[in-house]
Nanobody, 124 residues
Framework: QVHLVESGGGLVQAGGSLRLSCAAS????????IGWFRQVPGKEREFVAA????????VYADSVKGRFTISTNNAKNTVYLQMNSLKPEDTAVYYC?????????????????WGQGTQVTVSS
């Protein structure tokens, strides 16, 4: 059973930085894709970034390109989302998700496993 646990959320001022972590367990993730999504109340879950765990392919939403960086630490079975130059509109609950395969998708519907989420609040 795949188990994903997010951490690293919190309150930060606009322009600040946070690093989210997604600790994965239960499988060998070399043939998985990990995605980060975010959601605010009343809105659909929004794609943020995704990475092929074996390397070589990352995808970002236009709204975060150049500010956020997704990366993996194979030794720790952890995926990170480094968030810089944060804006109030980045405020949301952030989720990591996993799907088997090598193709990187933006759609939340194709991800099979989800973490419980971590709150990110950016004050103006």
């Amino acid at each position: 059973q795949v188990h994903l646990v997010e951490s690293g959320g919190g309150l930060v001022q606009a322009g600040g930085s946070l690093r989210l972590s997604c600790a994965a367990s239960g499988r060998t993730f070399s043939s998985y894709v990990i995605g980060w999504f975010r959601q605010v109340p009343g809105k659909e879950r929004e794609f943020v970034a995704a990475i092929r765990w074996s390397g070589g392919s990352t995808v970002y939403a236009d709204s975060v390109k150049g500010r956020f960086t997704i990366s993996t630490n194979n030794a720790k079975n952890t995926v990170y989302l480094q968030m810089n130059s944060l804006k109030p509109e980045d405020t949301a609950v952030y989720y990591c998700a996993a799907r088997p395969g090598i193709e990187v998708f933006r759609s939340a519907q194709v991800y099979d496993y989800w973490g419980q989420g971590t709150q990110v609040t950016v004050s103006s």
